[in-house]
């Protein structure tokens, strides 16, 4: 596609709850990454790939976050057990190649625990 | 502890007058910055960078300044115009133990360009 495509744009989850959140990125591009964006906040690294690969996995906060990349395109993030604090604005970026740095977001994820 | 900090939280500027957001960073191993736009319900956008190897780089009405010595940079929009009107961040990354690509995130300013 065009751009990179997230979906669910909004998810209200009870606390306790799983969570799966879908990331599109542009077709081709080899490097994708997951932010997570807290009200008021700069977007926080979460996790890295390069195509199907988890390079760094060092922002998730807990165990409870899991992401995957299996065939180096689409990627999940999931979330276990969803807690208040995991209500955010969670983003996908992707880029063409790896170190480039003005990659392109998502519109993102509202994720809302009550 | 904030590595890239915006102490602006917001900032009001008229049409056709100069806009500059500030950012201030405090690890000296950062060698690439960048700023982002982002529209309410919308991702960040790429607008800029600047290597660490350069003070000053040119893009239209935008225009980035990194004062190494300093650990500051800013951005400076002439002129500004109501399309402008964003929430803008400052982003670093580099050599400092994170992975290639991974941004450090200020938390933003919010412009408003008054016609």
């Known amino acids: 596609g065009a751009g990179v495509s997230q979906s669910p744009r909004y998810k209200v989850a009870k606390r306790g709850q799983d969570v799966a959140l879908r990331c599109d990125p542009i077709s081709g591009h080899v490097s994708l990454f997951w932010y997570q964006q807290a009200l008021g906040q700069g977007p926080e690294f979460l996790t890295y790939?390069?195509?199907?690969?988890?390079?760094?996995k060092s922002g998730l906060p807990s165990d409870r976050f899991f992401a995957e990349r299996p065939e180096g395109s689409v990627s999940t993030l999931k979330i276990q057990r969803t807690q208040q604090e995991d209500s955010a604005v969670y983003l996908c970026?992707?880029?063409?190649?790896?170190?480039?740095?003005?990659?392109?977001f998502g519109s993102g994820t509202r994720l809302t625990v009550v | 502890d904030q590595q890239v900090k915006q102490n602006s939280p917001s900032l009001s500027v008229q049409e056709g007058r100069i806009s500059i957001l500030n950012c201030d960073y405090t690890?000296?191993?950062?060698?690439?910055f960048l700023w982002y736009k982002k529209y309410p319900a919308e991702g960040p956008t790429f607008l800029i960078s600047i290597s660490s190897i350069k003070d000053k780089n040119e893009d239209g009405r935008f225009t980035v300044f990194l004062n190494k010595s300093a650990k500051h940079l800013s951005l400076h929009i002439v002129p500004s115009q109501p399309g402008d009107s964003a929430v803008y961040f400052c982003a670093a990354s580099g050599n400092y133990g994170g992975s290639q690509g991974n941004l450090i995130f200020g938390k933003g300013t919010k412009l408003s360009v008054k016609p």
């Open positions: 790939f390069q195509n199907e690969a988890q390079l760094d």
């Open positions: 690890n000296s191993m950062f060698d690439y």
């Open positions: 970026a992707s880029s063409l190649e790896t170190g480039i740095y003005g990659y392109t």
